[in-house]
């Protein structure tokens, strides 16, 4: 099915562990995005894609590191989780500046 | 420092009534201003959208009041229904960044 998929949708780690979440978008939007939401914050941008084998840091970027090393795939990885970390983790993707489409989230639990 | 403020962070209205949700911005390079709606456990879809060329849009029962001067805009839901009740997002970017910077969000609650 065309869309913007993530996975796993649910997630519990312990601290110090590594997790990848996964984003996959079927429409080759060149644009992609990872967001945190957290209560009183809104969504706040921790990495983006213009384009395969080009990203950049947003907003919140640190303890997260992204490849792109393919257009439909955009995956985020916690090289040592905190439980700061624990969060609801958004993708979404876009053909151009302006809507921007979200996967159904990944809600990550960090003990 | 969010670069879009965003109040109430939460408001009820009843059945039929009008919900207001207003947002403030500082950067005056931003020229495209969406709103986003989310449902729980969903992720955030958008809704409406306005450029600094109009001061007001409308699709349905959703209006979009925008003023460049104050560099405020808002969202007006009229004749709030219970399939409302979601978080609404304002958000803004700039024609030359496709970065969105987001409102904090404000949970909108409609008592039938």
């Known amino acids: 099915d065309a869309g913007i998929t993530q996975s796993p949708r649910y997630k519990i780690t312990e601290t110090g562990r590594q997790v990848t979440l996964m984003c996959h978008q079927t429409?080759?939007?060149?644009?992609m995005f990872w967001y945190r939401q957290d209560l009183g914050h809104g969504l706040r941008l921790i990495y983006y894609s213009a384009a395969a084998d080009i990203t950049d840091k947003g907003e919140v970027p640190d303890g997260y590191v992204v490849s792109r090393s393919k257009t439909e795939n955009f995956p985020l990885t916690l090289e040592s989780a905190t439980r700061s970390q624990t969060s609801v983790y958004f993708c979404?993707?876009?053909?151009?500046?302006?809507?921007?489409?979200f996967g159904p989230g990944t809600r990550l639990t960090v003990l | 420092q969010q670069q879009v403020k965003q109040s109430p962070q939460s408001l009820i209205v009843q059945k039929g009534g009008i919900s207001i949700i207003n947002c403030a911005y500082e950067?005056?390079?931003?020229?495209?201003f969406p709103w986003y709606q989310q449902f729980p456990g969903k992720g955030p879809a958008l809704l409406i959208a306005?450029?600094?060329?109009?001061s007001e849009k409308k699709e349905g029962r959703f209006t979009i009041s925008f003023n460049k001067s104050a560099k405020q805009f808002s969202l007006h839901i009229m004749d709030s229904q219970p399939g409302d009740s979601a978080t609404y997002f304002c958000a803004a970017s700039g024609s030359n960044d496709y970065k969105l910077s987001f409102g904090a969000g404000t949970t909108v609650t409609v008592r039938a």
């Open positions: 429409w080759s939007h060149s644009y």
């Open positions: 950067n005056t390079a931003f020229d495209y």
């Open positions: 306005i450029r600094p060329d109009v």
């Open positions: 979404a993707s876009g053909k151009g500046y302006n809507e921007q489409f």
